[in-house]
């Protein structure tokens, strides 16, 4: 059985830092790409970034380039979220995505969310 | 960057309704869509992928149409466990990759 788990969610003031991981089990992590996808309190769903299968390319959301930083364990089975110089529009719940088999990048698991809040 | 409208945004019927949900993406994207349903407080589910094909799992009364910049979600006869948020999102390319601001469909 596929699963995502994340952790590491948790308040945070406004300008500090936080990294929320995800732990894959269940299926080969290192086959596919893994994304972040966000969504703030009674909003819709906000794509954050994704990474490949080796880390080799990553993209990032706009509103996220230069302050967040996606990695990936192949190892260990995890991906990372670094969050830097947060903000109060950065409160949401992140959930860990993986993309499904089919060519291009959907999502055919997700985690049970993270939630992250930015608030002094 | 694609932006994608969904409409309407909220959608009241009943059970056993015929409900379509309608995507819109501001540039073609060919078939490169997915549709998912989300219920409070859990994460989202895929439901349909290249536009049309059914995630394994996803009862049959769900449906999916459209390429290009037009796209319908279709649920044949709506059942009590489908009342729910449904977004689309497009994967034209790896990014950024862009949702649907969702339509929520209630208890008429």
């Known amino acids: 059985e596929v699963q995502l788990v994340e952790s590491g969610g948790g308040l945070v003031q406004p300008g500090g830092s936080l990294r929320v991981s995800c732990e894959a089990s269940?299926?080969?992590?290192?086959?596919?790409?893994m994304s972040w996808v966000r969504q703030a309190p009674g909003k819709g769903l906000e794509w954050v970034a994704n990474i490949n299968q080796d880390g080799s390319q990553k993209y990032y959301v706009d509103s996220v380039k230069g302050r967040f930083t996606l990695s990936r364990d192949n190892a260990k089975n995890s991906l990372y979220l670094q969050m830097n110089s947060l903000r109060a529009d950065d409160t949401a719940v992140y959930y860990c995505a993986r993309d499904g088999r089919d060519a291009g990048i959907y999502f055919d698991s997700w985690g049970q969310g993270a939630l992250v809040t930015v608030s002094s | 960057d694609i932006q994608m409208t969904q409409s309407p945004s909220t959608l009241s019927a009943s059970v056993g309704d015929r409900v379509t949900i309608t995507c819109r993406a501001s540039q073609t994207i060919s078939n490169w869509l997915a549709w998912y349903q989300q219920k409070p407080g859990k994460a989202p589910n895929l439901l349909i992928y290249?536009?049309?094909t059914l995630e394994s799992g996803v009862p049959s009364r769900f449906s999916g149409s459209g390429s290009g910049t037009e796209f319908t979600l279709t649920i044949s006869s709506l059942q009590p466990d489908d009342f729910a948020t449904y977004y689309c999102?497009?994967?034209?390319?790896?990014?950024?990759?862009?949702f649907g601001g969702g339509t929520k469909v209630e208890i008429k």
């Open positions: 999102q497009e994967y034209n390319s790896y990014s950024p990759l862009t």
């Open positions: 269940g299926f080969a992590f290192s086959t596919h790409w």
């Open positions: 290249k536009a049309s």
